[in-house]
């Protein structure tokens, strides 16, 4: 020990030998009398305090005071010693202490495990009764009283340190409950309230039981269960329950109810006298007791000044006046000026669960959580934060379990006991801790030191590693060799040229970086002791990841070499393709420009063919009507009149050659497919020319198969094509014309006609050339057509998905080769759109007896046209004309016109346009609409039908055919009037009308019937119910019925007097009421001329 005591252990005992005095003393023999005690080891702890490990644990000696302690195994303290044979001991550079054990392993002590003193549950008179530890509180002789969840109460003797228990036993004088949650003491009593139980109040010298309250306060929300209790400055009693808060009341002995109504969960009084009542989930109440104001204070979501929670488990004022209000979710720091500061864990808690706070004589806010105790430092953003690894009893803290003892030192009740500590005699680890990296893993896996590996030496000495791109999983151990707590040691780390920034970790001394991309980076890191004491020096390791050989130097130049090669390629290639491109655009703008001249050659052809139909109209309607009126005696006359229609007929079949070959190059023909008889329309069409062969002399044969071919196609196109190249055989032939179909089997999907003529055979390299548009063989005199025969005929095959071409299968003979599909995809079984021809019958206009001319409105913009026919339709119809749609919309305005005749091609206003007008107006669209056109286009004619019109004839047309069509749909407004005026069921709604007429009728039969008994109703009070003017709703009725709006008064209201009549339910005056007659003698007047007989007969007839 020095230079005049020496300590000796022995197999019996210890002793301390003076070489002064020569004296040997028995260390043990005073304490422990008769007790032999095998010394193993003896090592010293503090100046004057020794170890002496024996077989039966550690036993202490002061060689100052004499004084000794046992230090043994204890199964229920988990700080005690691992075993009680101690074989030797150990101190380190940091002052701890380790020692050997035969049983329990190695065992560790530091200086610093001292700072915490712990009380922990156990038997007799050191332990606590309980480990949930509730509330602390100090009475005015220094005992301390701790109220457990489930131990009831105990009493820390100030002078003995003994722990005295008090339980609920259920004897009297007991405790009433063990789960204490709330202690206050007032001169020597000390409150205890418990859940469930109500309060006990205790003597704290004897501790016997002085009062007991089963129910804290009176009404519906008296309480058994004490939450809290305070005393205040002025040693009022506040009692908290689950329900609301009370003030204890000396001179009643019973509790009064204050204004505030929650579970109470803490009460606090502040320098100002104020107090503050926290609250578990309604926030925090502040009550002035002299005013009996109170002011509520509520967290807010959305809002970051306000209060993190409303779940508050404890408040404190700081040296500050700062208020901590302690929640469920964090840390609220309330300044007097209304500012709010959170601490949540991304401040730094282990826990945003949050209990208690305290300060210590240091200023240091001490704030206990779920998760630790944790030290705020005004300052200092770092929190230090204390852990069951520091020598806590447990992590997890409890609610209202805190107290200051006068001298400074906390205490904190915790779910494992209770800890109590003095921040200002506390000791702190100044060892500043060597730091090292301890290991290093590649892909999980440890590297090994080896000559031929990555590691030539210890990674903690290497200061340089090289890895392969494959190998850039990389892990590190690094440790700061500091030992007290090991787990609490402070760490951080950054990888420069990867990481942005340093990186704060706590414990964990494993770091990963994971396929570090190739490059060059430093390893960086920093570390402290427990007590966050910095090595000043950082630990760095270059490491450098190689990158793969397709991203070495050689590979790079590699790839240079390679690009630039490819580059000098792409450029030859780019500029071989410019030329190309630029020649091809050449030869696109060249074969654009002819189609263009193309184009505008077939553009001026069809509008000439359009423009020649409008004069054949004017040629052919004289002429038909000079030759049908006129019988002429003489033959030359006759003939030249003939060859006038025949030349006219050409004329028309040229053009209208021209427009289906217009239409079927712009893709605007639309073919209709329907089952056709293919023999039959062959036969039919080689027939019909056969005046032209025999006018050539020619032999003209037609083959056809025994079996009819029946097909899915255009009949009228085929017709076209049949007609083309029949007439072209016998046109260019010198002596014979063969038509065959070729025989055909039932799994054939073509049908295939050949026809020949002997004619001069036309050259090989020429075949396809004379099917293009406007081409003549020039070399032959015979060649005087149009050029469009051939191509139209090829425009259509190939529109019904076939082929015609001019093959040479015979020497002497040109053929031609029509292939044509048997089915077609879009296919109908009934006959196509054909519109009305000229065998419609003709009505003799005797038969009609005309009581006024019906109007008719004329629209053309061709003037001569508009003459023509004003003069040929004047004699039977009063004619009004107009030159365009716009023109004819003003006259329906202001005439009663009974029939609209129009072009479809006019400037301003297109017949299309008018038709669709008229159609859909309720003002016009009762009135019938005929087309008169050029436009030959089946799609046209569909188009025109779909807008309404009644209608459609083509230009050149029979004069005489037009007039019947007039005559015919004027003559159906006729019988719409005798069905109407002489059936007696019959009514405006059996008309086939379009749909706004439809709606019109239905109102109009509405109207009527609704004020069929009002004897005033006439055509002006028929207009105003209908919303309409006068002369439109005669002229809408007209156009509709032919009947004036009186006439459908009166036959409406007869027709209901007939249908009442028949019911038998009313006689014939209340009838005559009924549809609006005041005179009977009327009634039966109009009623006898409508039907025959008077109602009474009418009656009689009904009834058989």
Sequence with gaps: INDSLLMVGTINSAYLFDFKNGRLKNLFASHYPNKVIQA??????????????????????????????????????????????????????????????????????????????????????????????????????????????????????????????????????????????????????????????????????????????????????????????????????????????????????????????????????????ILWINTYGSGVYQYNRSSGEIQHLLSEQGKQNTLVNNYVNGLFEDSKNNLWFCTESGLSKYRRDGRFTNYLTESGLPSNQVFKVLEDDNRSIWISTGGGLVRLDEGVPRRVIYTSRDGLPADQF?????????DGTLYFGTIKGMVSFNPTKSIKNSFIPPIFISGIQINNVNVPVGENGILKESISLSEEIQLTYDN??????????????????????????????????????????????????????????????????????????????????????LYFLSFGTIALLVLRYYFLLIKANNAQKMDSYERKKEQEIYNLKLEFFTNLAHEIRTPLTLIKMPLEKIINNHKFTDRDTAKDLALIEKNTARLIRLTNQLLDFRKAETNNMSLIFTKTDINALLSEVFHDLNYLAKDKQLHYDLSLPRISLTAYVDEEALRKIFTNLIHNAIKYADQEVYVKLLPFNSDDIMFNIEFKNDGELIPFEKREKIFEPFYRLNESDKDTGTGIGLPLSRSLVELHQGNLSLVHLEENRNIFLLSIPIFQEQSLDIKSFQEDNDDQVLHDRSDEQEEEKPVILLVED??????????????????????????ALEILDQENVQLVLTDIMMPIMDGLALCKRIKTDILYSHIPVIFLTAKNALDSKIQGLKNGADA?????????????????????????????????????????????????????????????????????????????????????????????????????????????????????????????????????????????????????????
């Design 40 to 273: 193993n080891c003896i090592i010293q702890q503090t100046e004057s305090i020794y170890w002496i490990g024996t077989e039966t644990g550690i036993y202490t000696y002061d060689i100052h005071t004499g004084q000794s302690q046992h230090i043994k195994k204890d199964l229920l303290n988990p700080f005690a010693i691992s075993d009680n044979a101690v074989l030797n001991f150990y101190r380190d550079r940091e002052d701890n202490i380790w020692f050997g054990t035969f049983f329990g392993g190695f065992n560790q002590y530091s200086n610093q495990f001292d700072n915490f003193k712990k009380y922990l549950s156990g038997f007799g008179k050191s332990a606590l009764s309980g480990n949930i530890v509730h509330d602390i509180k100090k009475d005015r002789y220094g005992n301390f009283w701790i109220g457990t969840e489930d131990g009831g109460l105990n009493k820390i003797d100030a002078q003995t340190q003994q722990i005295q228990h008090f339980l609920a036993n259920g004897k009297k004088g007991s405790i009433a409950h063990n789960n204490v949650h709330g202690l206050a003491t007032i001169g020597d009593d000390l409150w205890v309230g418990s859940t469930t139980h109500g309060l006990d109040v205790l003597d704290v010298k004897t501790g016997k039981l002085k009062k007991h309250y089963d129910r804290i306060g009176k009404g519906p929300l008296q309480s058994s269960f004490a939450v809290c209790l305070y005393k205040s400055k002025d040693n009022s009693m506040f009692v908290g329950t689950d329900r609301a808060l009370y003030r204890y009341n000396k001179n009643s002995d019973s509790f009064d109810l204050l204004p505030i109504t929650a579970w109470i969960q803490g009460i606090y009084e502040d320098q100002y006298g």
């Design 398 to 406: 409890n609610y209202n379990s805190a107290y200051k003892d006068s």
């Design 472 to 557: 850039s999983n990389i892990s590190f151990n690094i440790a700061a060799l500091s030992f007290v707590s090991p787990k609490s040691n402070p760490y951080r780390y950054i990888m420069e040229g990867y990481d942005k920034d340093w990186t704060d970790i706590t414990g964990n001394q494993k770091i990963y970086y994971n396929k570090l991309p190739p490059g060059t980076y430093t390893f960086k890191f920093r570390g402290a002791n427990n007590n966050s004491v910095w090595n000043p020096d950082e630990k760095k390791l270059l490491i450098i990841v190689s990158p793969p050989w397709w991203q070495s130097n050689w590979a790079y130049l």
């Design 862 to 887: 061709n003037k001569e046209i508009l003459a023509y026919l004003n003069k040929e339709l004047k004699t039977s119809y009063t004619v009004l004309r107009a030159g365009n749609g716009a023109e």
């Design 952 to 1104: 459609y004839i083509e230009k050149p047309f029979s004069l005489e055919f037009l007039m019947v069509q007039i005559r015919n749909i004027l003559k159906n407004r006729k019988i719409i009037k005798n069905y109407l005026t002489n059936s007696s069921s019959s009514n405006l709604m059996d008309i086939n009308v379009s749909a706004p007429d439809k709606d019109f009728i239905s109102q109009l039969n509405t109207v009527i019937y609704e004020n069929i008994s009002t004897i005033d109703l006439n055509v002006d009070e028929l207009a105003k119910l209908m919303h309409m003017s006068r002369p439109t709703l005669y002229r809408k009725i007209k156009g509709l019925s032919d009947l004036t709006p009186n006439e459908l008064i009166n036959i409406s209201r007869l027709k209901k007097a007939a249908e009442l009549l028949t019911q038998k339910e009313y006689n014939i005056t209340q009838v005559s009421t009924m549809v609006g007659y005041t005179v009977q003698s009327n009634f039966s007047r109009d009623f006898h001329k409508h039907y025959g007989m008077s109602p009474s007969s009418y009656i009689l007839e009904n009834s058989k």
